[in-house]
Every structure is written in C-alpha cells, then in structure tokens.
C-alpha cells in the first residue's frame, strides 16, 4: 500500500510538471483528486489494509493528497502570474508615443522674472503693496520732492492726462500712498505697470517696475547694500557682488546706483557688460527725510530705504534678449520660450 | 555736459591717466557717457607744400606731385585733383596712413608712376565748412594760409589735439554745467588745488555807461547786471575760442556772440549782448511781457508772448525772452560798434514754464532752468570783460550795474557726526569728514562731535544731514560701506495680498489649459472702437485721452482688453503662426465723470485663442475651470456685445453682476483684422471675481448608499438650450436627484423631426439615510419627464 502512495505521489508530480496551462492542472486535479481520482480509489482499497495498519496508512494517504494539493496550488499560481505577464505583453504600447494632451502654455518672461523677485522679497518680510496707474501729480512728484517746474522732472518725461493727472512715470507713488496710510515699521514693495514717452531698443513707453520701501529705526546705507547684495544673490547667482555707485534722485538722499557683477562672465567683461564686469541693474538710496515728513512719518525717529528697478530690463539681462521691443511682440514662437 | 580736457587744464592740473580721472569722476558721482579723442582717428597725415607739380606721362587728367613734408624730405604722389598748384599747401596721407572715413593709405603705382601717398581733401578728412575753410571745395583742401612747419601732423595744425570728456550733471548739480564746475569737482578727486580763470579787465576811463536798466519784475529776476562795452569791430574771435567752441559742438560766430558763449560754457553764466544802437530809449527794462506782445528771436521765428514770461525789454518793445532767446532785431551784427552785455538770474521755474510754453529751448535756459547760484552773474560779467579787454575787443565804458532785489545771507547747517554714521551704518573718522567737506568748498568746522557748515552759494542743494552724508560718502569711497540685514529694524509677516494670490491662480490655471500670457500696451488707437462695431454711445467709447501721446495709435487708454488681444491673435496669424491660446491680465480705465477724480481702474482677464482645432466649447471650457476654481455659479446667456458673433457668444451672468463674456469673435472685426481663422475671446472682470470668489472649502459626508442610475432621451425643439434642460430637470428632481449631465445629442429629420433634437441625459438618484426602491426612482423619472414636457414641450423618445 505503502508503495502505491509513494507511485501515486510520484506520477502526479510527473503530470504537474509537464502541465501548460491551467487547464491541464485542472484536468490533473481531476485525475489525482477527483471523485473518481487516483487517491479516491486508493482509499476505496483501504478495506483491504489490515485494521492494525490502517490508522497509519490513513496518515499516509493524507499525506498524500496535502502534498498533491500543495503542488497543484503551487503549480496553478505559477501558471496564472505567466498568464499575466503574457497579457501584459500582449498588451504592450509604444511608451514613446506623443501624448495629445493639451501642452502647458507660459508666462510672460517678465511675470518670471516679477514672481521671482517678489518671492525673494516676500521671503524677506516684505509686503506686496499696489495703486492706481494714473496718478495725481501729488502722488507721482510733488510728495517725491519734486515740485512743479523742478528740474529732476527731466528725468521721467511724462504722459499728461491733465495738468494734475497722469501716467505714473514710476511705482514710487504707492509707497506714499501706503506711507501716507500705514505706520512704520514698512516693509513694501511694489510692482507694476509704469509709462514714460521713450520708445527704443532699450525702452519702451509702458514698461513693469518693482520698487521696495523700508521705513523703520536704525535703517542704514548697510542695510540697504545688504538687502540688494542678497536679493542679486537670489536673482542671479550665489557669488554676485553688488556696486554702488552715486547718483541722485530727488526722493532719497544719498542715492545710488547699484551694479552687480556680471551674471555671464562673473566679472570678466563680455559683450552684455560692455567688458566692465559690472551691469547696472537698480537706482536705490535712503530715504529723502523731506518725503519722510512730507508724508507725515517723523524723520527724527525713522528713516528707511528705497529701490526701484526695471523688470524688462532684468528679463533682458537674465534671459539675454537683445531687444526690449521683442517683449511685447507677442509673437507665439516667442512665449513658447518660456514654457 | 561736453568738457574739453584742454579747456579743464586751465583751471586744475590733472596728474593722473585720462582712464583713471574718469573712473574717478564716475565714482564721485559724474558718469562719463563718452570720451572722444579728436585726433584718434587720423595716422600719418602730414602738411605738405607741392614744390613742383607735372602731368602724368601716359594719363591726362593725373598730375605727379613733388610734396615737401618737411626737413627737406620730399614724396612723390600722383593725384588726380585739378584744384592744385605749384606752391600749394595740402593735407598729406603718407604711406600706411589711417584717414578718420577709416581708410588706409598705401603707397602704389599710377598708370606706372609710383605713389607714396595721398592728397587729401576735405571731406576725405571729414572736415566742414565750420572746421576749415575750403573744405567743403570739390577737391583737394588748400591750406595755404598756415604758418605751422612742414610736417606738422594735420591733428595739430587743425587743433584736433584735446579730448571731449561727455559727462552726466544730475538734475542736483546745476553748479556742474560749466567747465570751472567740472574743473572745482576734479580738483576735490585729485586732491590738487583749483586755479581760477582770470577776472581782471581795464575800464577806459571817461565814460559814461549811457544805459538804464529799470527791473520791474523784482520777483522773477533777482539780479541783474550789465556793462556797456563800446568802439568794438566785430570780427571773428580768437583762434583759442573758436577751437574751444568748435570742440564742445557749439558754432563760432563773432568775437562778441562767442565770448558769451565762451561764459557759458566756462562759468555757466548766460550771458547776452545788446547792440546799444537797437536799445530805445538806451533803456533796458526787466518785465513781464504784455499779452499778445510779439518778438523775432534769434532762430528767425516770431514769438506770441503773454504775462507769465518775463522779456527785456527797451522803452516800447521786446528786445528778448529773458533767459531764453534774443531779439533778432537787437542782436550782434557785422555793423554793431556799441554794446551792452546782460548777466543775469531769472528764476529757475519761470524760466522752464516759458520756455515750454513757447516750446523754445537754448543753452541759455537750460542752464536756467537748473538753476544758477547767485555769484555766477558777477564772475560771468567780469570772465567776459576780462576777455574783451584780453583781445582788444572793445572798449569798457563806465561802471558796471547790478540790480539786486535779494541779499543772499550764509546759510549755516549744524550736523552731530553720530547722525552721518547712522546715515551711512559705518563709522567714518570725523576729520575725514572735515576734510572731504572742505575739500568741496563745504566751509567745514568740528566742536565736539558736532560739524558746523557753511553753505556755498553754488550748492544749494546741500540743506540737511542727508545731503551732508552724501558728499563725504561719494569722496570717501562707497566700497566702505558693507552689507547689514537690518539687524535694528523690526521683524515683518510680509507676504502677497489675497488679489495677488488670486491673480497667481488665474494666470496659473491659464498656463496648465495651454495659454501663453501676453503683454500689449495700456493705450489703444480711438479707431480700435471703430474696428469692434461699438455705437457711438457706447460707454466702451469714453476712454481717458493724453494730452501727449506718441502718436494717435497709442493715444487713448483702453477700456477693454479685447481689441489688444484680437489684435495679437491677428498679428500671429499673419505670422504664419498656425495657432495661438493667449491670455493677458491688465487694467482698463474708466475716465471719471468729474475729471479731477482719479479714473477707475479695472484689472481684467482677456483671453483668446484661435486654430489648432479650437472652438466656442474649448473657451468655454477654459472659462468654465477658472469659474469652478473660484467656487463661482454662472449663467450663461446670449450676448448682444457688436465684435461677438451673435449666435455664438455669451454674457456670463452671476445674479445681476455681468462677470464677463465669451465666445466666437464677429466674422467682420475678423475680416477687419484680416484675420481668415476664426477667433474665439473672453474677458473676465478679475475684481468681480475677486470679490464674489467663494474659495472656502467645508466637508460633507460621503454617502453611504448606493446611487441608482438611469438615463432618458427626450425630444425637444432644437432652440432649448441645455442649461434650461438641466434645470428643469433639477427642479423636478429635488434632493433625490444628485446628479444629472447630458451625454449626447442627436440629431435626425427624418427619425425625429425637422429642427428637433434627442437629447440623451444621464440621471443619479440617491438618499443619504436609505437605499432607494425601483418605485420611487420610476415616480421621480415620470415627475422630472412631465415636467419636461411642460416647460420645454419634450417627449420621451
């Protein structure tokens, strides 16, 4: 009996093993395990076993048909991952194909360039602060120290809508507006469109400033240096050094102008610098105390800083464009730059 | 300001490299635009006589040319000039020369003659008529007059040996206008003391100064001097002048007209001169002109005056646009013998305002315009005179007349040195600050820590501790200064404002449907209203106009977007461009009705789009995402807007509020436009949006019973719309009904009738607290038909 068990075993391993398909384990299971199986009709010879042995050769048979069992499940999961991966195959796609789907469109190289330079700020405590484009002549000049008929008027031509309004020539009315409004300490910046009657490779008449205000105590020309110094640091890269050079404008006193090192040779001198190494990239300075009083924050007690640069000419020099018209061109092939 | 180096060198000995004094000027605050070395361009062109000339053995019209350059060396060059002879003094371009056209010379042959060089003409030297006479002559420049040596190089004998230094004077820094400005900042960068011009002139004595200057007009004119000077032969002023003149692009005139040039350019004193004989009355009278009052200037033009310009005047008339332009009637002229020069100060405001208003610009208001110091009229007087007595010009007679309204007393600015370093973050050592202030004529003391200084009267622009800071920074040196992080200030939250955010999310929301953003300019043509159809009263029309625009295309400011973006979309298109999705976010402008009121600015979001398979569905679909977005229901309702296509745009509605529209563009704006695609727009009020933008989100159950679907086709006149459909059906279909959404539309005249349309809709029923029953689904299905039948005269299919 014994022997006939260990046949058994040995015959239905023989057919698992040559199975194909799950199908032909099926048909095995039937065959071995069946009402009309192999094992059944070894147990249908169990009368013949002598009583004594029958308790251990019960233990044989089920043994026996564990051991099938196993190798029939083992087998049948074999065969049904094959299966699977054979569909999966089957089933395969050309993974390079083009998609079709909508294409992403872009901003504007100079809303880049904006949203990059309000994160940094903004980072830094900064506030986005925003006003009207036409603007009283209070706001866009005589609050800024500079009076009616003053010669630094020469110095932003202007769009008159009348003769007490206008196109604001540079966002600097907004930080009267909020230090008119607003006590310090101030920390704004403020972007937006402005116009001016140039219209050249270099300037257009309506082009995009940011401009920044501090307004607090203790605020010093170091402070300022160090606040441009790491917001050039962001913009272009981690080693650029700042400049400042003198220059006057009538709403900060001493005022600046600030360089940066070359963002394409670092320094060396190229065609986009002029070879000197540096690019002049804002006019800054500290804070006219006149326009501190004149808005009615105590010069005594605060003083603060001011900057303003232009973001056409930033996306310019990041993005090496020859031509300022070229920005408001339009032209799809262009946008899609900047995808 | 052009400065002529030579010009500089009288007044300040400059003992550093041409590079470095304008790396120094740059770094005090004076950029220097350009430098302009007159002579760089010319190499090895000498003065040559032509000691002996004979024609050209085998070519007629070729002369052989024996030049003496000098040191009895002689060249011989063949030309072909007609305008020569023996005894000629010429310009000569010796072999491997370099002309200022950028031509090289070489030595070659002629017809077999061998040619060391070139005669050269006037133009080939890039002369006029103002820089050497006879060179405008076809042919070679004759300059037989000069006396300078053979083979003198050309630079020199033309004077072409200084340097034009173009510096930038800020707007604060009117004393800069002059060269003995320049000169007093080089001599403050160099360390090096500054030597001023010669002031000293011989009265003849005798004479009376016959002329009466009565200032009326105090208040625009707080002083005003003049000299007569007389016996004078006009003629043409001194070579020195006129170089000095010529370098600084000014033209040389006569010997009077340029010594007042020559002061302005020097002192940044303008002056004029009056011919005597011209002056009524032998009066000079300071007044505001009359209404209506007419003068000739100097340019030839006549000139409408009224009572804000100050004019000199004689006994009856005009004679001058004070500080702006001479008569012509009174000017200088070749028969002039007596004369009264003017050296005045008009108020600077006055002086721009006139000047604009007559639209009337010289060198003399310029400067008046900046501003001039109240000294200037005294050494401007006596640097004149003390020229006219230099080169025998004239004869000064009697004494010298100064009206002054206003005595102008020190000013004295008291500044602790503690407030300059809380300027400046650094601590500058006080005696350098002392120092630096002296150095710039800044009368400078220290007592305890406090700097007492005395205003100069050419730098009124220095008031307070601020100004103060900034003289001793830009001589001190700005790299001392270092980075702080404002470690004294205040810590700020910062951050973008909620409109700021929702403009990110806008523009975001575009990018990810493909748009590209745009950026047009804020002004539009008037004709733009035109090109969209709009009525003559329409509010579109009211746009704020500008007194100055760059032209009519870019004269008003626009009042929609969408001329701006139909425009681009046609620009692409005419570009080859076989598709565009544009968008662009910008403010319209809505002029006031009072007109002293600031207009209304609207941002606005315009979108656009045309080709690649693009219709009013792919807009709306787009318009659809930012509305879901912003949590916003809209209506959509057909729009009667004149550039839209009538049966294919709509107004898009929340409540009463009209948010925006979109749609197909009208075919004949396209057909304006030139555009053969058809166009799709929309434009969005971002303010609207902003303030009816429902961003909270809050969170509901998910449920926990199964839905029950069905879906049901009616038939419907074609002219139902599915909003109405939808509608209808929810109405109907109350809280069981959570869903219901059109899946798609049939259209047959034969299976369902002429303008009909089947309409298949997809319907979920579910309740939150049970499973439905198959009754109560069907009940509902037969509310929602009937009432479809009611209000839309549908039928089941």
Redesign the interface.
């Known amino acids: 009996m014994k022997e006939r068990i260990d046949l058994l075993i040995e015959g239905a391993k023989q057919a698992i093993n040559a199975c194909e398909s799950v199908v032909d384990v099926n048909n095995v299971k039937v065959k071995f395990l069946g009402k009309n199986g192999e094992l059944t009709a070894l147990l249908k010879g169990m009368k013949d076993v002598p009583a004594e042995q029958r308790p251990e050769i019960g233990k044989l048979v089920n043994v026996a048909r564990d051991t099938i069992e196993g190798l029939i499940a083992s087998k049948q999961a074999d065969l049904a991952s094959k299966e699977l991966e054979d569909k999966m195959q089957r089933e395969s796609v050309d993974i390079t194909l083009d998609s079709g789907v909508?294409?992403?469109?872009?901003?504007?190289p100079?809303?880049l360039v904006q949203?990059q330079i309000?994160d940094i700020?903004?980072?830094?405590?900064?506030?986005?602060a925003?006003g009207?484009?036409?603007?009283?002549d209070f706001f866009n000049f005589q609050a800024l120290n500079i009076?009616?008929?003053?010669?630094?008027r020469?110095?932003q031509d202007t769009?008159?809508?009348?003769d007490?309004?206008l196109?604001r020539t540079h966002t600097s009315p907004v930080q009267v507006r909020t230090m008119t409004s607003q006590k310090p300490?101030i920390?704004i910046i403020c972007p937006g469109?402005v116009?001016r009657?140039d219209?050249d490779a270099t300037h257009s008449?309506?082009f995009q400033q940011i401009e920044g205000l501090?307004v607090?105590?203790?605020?010093?020309?170091?402070?300022l240096?160090?606040?441009l110094?790491?917001f050039a640091q962001q913009l272009f890269d981690s080693n650029t050094k700042?400049?400042?050079?003198?220059?006057?404008f009538?709403f900060t006193?001493?005022?600046?102008e600030v360089d940066v090192t070359c963002s394409v040779c670092h320094g060396k001198g190229c065609r986009i610098c002029k070879g000197t190494g540096w690019i002049e990239i804002l006019g800054a300075g500290?804070v006219?105390?006149?326009v501190l009083d004149n808005c009615g924050i105590d010069s005594k007690e605060y003083?603060g800083f001011a900057f303003g640069l232009g973001i056409e000419r930033i996306a310019m020099i990041k993005y090496g464009i020859p031509d300022m018209r070229i920005?408001?061109?339009?032209?799809?092939?262009f946008?899609?730059e900047f995808k | 300001m052009k400065v002529s180096l030579n010009w500089l060198k009288d007044f300040v000995d400059i003992n550093v490299s041409l590079d470095e004094l304008c790396q120094k000027l740059?770094?005090?605050?004076f950029e220097v635009e350009e430098v302009i070395e007159q002579g760089k361009n010319f190499r090895n062109v000498v003065l040559g006589k032509l000691e002996k000339v004979v024609k050209h053995p085998d070519a007629d019209k070729l002369k052989i040319c024996s030049v003496n350059v000098g040191k009895d060396e002689f060249v011989q060059i063949v030309t072909g000039a007609s305008n020569i002879a023996e005894g000629d003094i010429v310009p000569v371009a010796l072999d491997n020369s370099l002309l200022p056209t950028g031509q090289v010379i070489k030595k070659g042959k002629l017809r077999g003659v061998e040619s060391n060089g070139m005669l050269c003409s006037g133009e080939e030297l890039m002369l006029t008529e103002a820089d050497y006479k006879g060179a405008s002559v076809y042919g070679i420049l004759i300059m037989n007059g000069e006396t300078a040596p053979l083979g003198t190089d050309i630079t020199q004998v033309l004077g072409l040996d200084d340097v034009i230094l173009d510096i930038g004077v800020?707007?604060?820094?009117?004393d800069c206008n002059s060269v003995l400005g320049i000169a007093r900042e080089v001599s403050t960068v160099l360390g090096v003391p500054l030597k001023m011009p010669n002031f000293e002139y011989q009265v003849a004595s005798g004479g009376d100064s016959e002329v009466n200057v009565d200032v009326v007009a105090s208040d625009l004119c707080p002083r005003y001097m003049a000299q007569v000077v007389k016996d004078i032969t006009i003629t043409s002023s001194a070579p020195i002048i006129q170089k000095r003149l010529k370098a600084v692009g000014l033209r040389p005139i006569n010997n009077i007209v340029d010594v007042t040039n020559y002061v302005l350019i020097e002192i940044g004193q303008p002056m004029h001169a009056f011919d005597l004989s011209h002056l009524e009355g032998k009066k000079i009278v300071v007044r505001r002109a009359e209404n209506g009052e007419k003068i000739t200037a100097l340019d030839g033009n006549e000139y409408t005056l009224d009572d804000s310009i100050l004019a000199i005047c004689d006994q009856n008339k005009p004679v001058a646009v004070a500080g702006i332009m001479g008569g012509e009637y009174s000017g200088i002229n070749d028969s002039t013998r007596d004369i009264v020069f003017e050296s005045a100060k008009f108020l600077?405001?006055?002086i721009?305002?006139s000047s604009r208003k007559l639209n009337l610009r010289s060198d003399s208001s310029f400067r008046y315009?900046?501003?001039i110091d109240f000294e200037s009229q005294s050494m401007g007087l006596r640097r004149a005179l003390s020229l006219i007595s230099q080169y025998g010009y004239g004869k000064i007679v009697g004494d010298t007349i100064d009206k002054k309204s206003v005595n102008l007393e020190e000013k004295t600015i008291k500044v602790p040195t503690s407030k300059i370093n809380?300027?400046?973050?650094?601590e500058v050592p006080e005696q350098t600050m002392v120092d630096i202030l002296n150095s710039l004529q800044i009368k400078t003391t220290l007592d305890n820590g406090v700097l007492t200084c005395v205003q100069p009267f050419f730098r009124d622009d220095i008031e307070?501790?601020?100004?103060l800071?900034?003289e001793i920074?830009?001589l001190y040196g700005?790299?001392h200064?270092?980075?702080?992080?404002?470690?004294?200030?205040?810590?700020?939250?910062?951050?973008?404002?909620q409109?700021?955010i929702n403009v990110?999310k806008l523009?975001e929301i575009?990018?990810?449907?493909?748009?590209?953003?745009?950026?047009?300019?804020?002004?539009t043509s008037p004709k733009s209203f035109d090109t969209l159809r709009l009525a003559q009263d329409s509010p579109l029309r009211n746009a704020?106009?500008?007194?100055?625009?760059?032209g009519e295309d870019?004269s008003v400011?626009r009042t929609t977007l969408v001329y701006s973006m139909m425009s681009?979309l046609a620009?692409?298109c005419l570009?080859s461009?076989k598709?565009?999705?544009?968008?662009e976010i910008?403010?319209v402008?809505e002029p006031n009705q009072d007109?002293?009121v600031?207009?209304k600015?609207t941002t606005m979001l315009a979108l656009g789009m045309y080709g690649g398979g693009c219709d009013y569905y792919t807009i709306k679909g787009v318009v659809e995402i930012i509305l879901r977005a912003f949590g916003i229901k809209a209506e959509l309702v057909r729009s009667s807007l004149p550039y839209m296509h009538s049966g294919r745009s709509a107004d898009i509605m929340v409540g009463s509020h009209k948010l925006g529209y979109l749609g197909e563009v009208h075919p004949s704006v396209a057909d304006d436009l030139d555009v053969k695609e058809r166009m799709y727009v929309a434009e969005i009020d971002v303010d609207l949006l902003d303030k009816i933008a429902n961003l909270g989100y809050k969170f509901t159950e998910i449920a926990k019973y199964p839905p029950v679907e069905r879906d049901i086709a009616v038939v419907l006149d074609e002219d139902k719309m599915a909003a109405d459909i939808i509608k209808c059906i929810k109405k109907a279909g109350g809280n069981m009904l959570v869903d219901c959404s059109i899946f798609d539309i049939y259209r047959n005249k034969d299976a369902i009738g002429e303008n009909k349309k089947s309409v298949a809709i997809n319907l979920v029923f579910r309740l939150a607290d049970r499973t439905l029953t198959e009754d109560e689904v069907n009940a509902k299905i037969d509310k929602i038909l009937k009432k479809l039948d009611i209000e839309l005269g549908a039928t089941l299919r």
């Open positions: 909508c294409q992403r469109g872009s901003l504007h100079t809303t949203n309000i700020f903004t980072g830094l405590g900064f506030s986005i925003q009207p484009e036409i603007e009283l009076p009616k008929d003053h010669p630094a020469d110095m769009f008159y809508i009348s007490d309004m196109l300490p920390r469109k116009y009657p219209d008449p309506m501090v607090d105590k203790n605020i010093t020309l170091c402070d240096k160090g606040i110094e790491k700042t400049r400042l050079r003198p220059s006057y009538p006193e001493p005022s600046v500290i006219n105390p006149k003083s920005l408001f061109d339009n032209d799809v092939r946008l899609k | 740059v770094s005090a605050g800020t707007a604060n820094r009117s600077r405001d006055n721009r305002r315009e900046r501003g809380a300027i400046l973050g650094i307070n501790a601020n100004d800071a900034e920074i830009r700005y790299d200064i270092n980075c702080t992080l404002m470690d004294g200030a205040h810590q700020t939250s910062g951050g973008k404002t409109t700021q990110d523009k575009a990018v990810s449907q493909g748009m590209n953003e745009i950026l047009t300019y804020s002004f704020v106009k500008l007194l100055n625009p760059l870019v400011m681009t620009k692409n570009k461009n598709s565009a999705r544009l968008f910008a403010h402008y007109i002293s600031q207009p600015e």
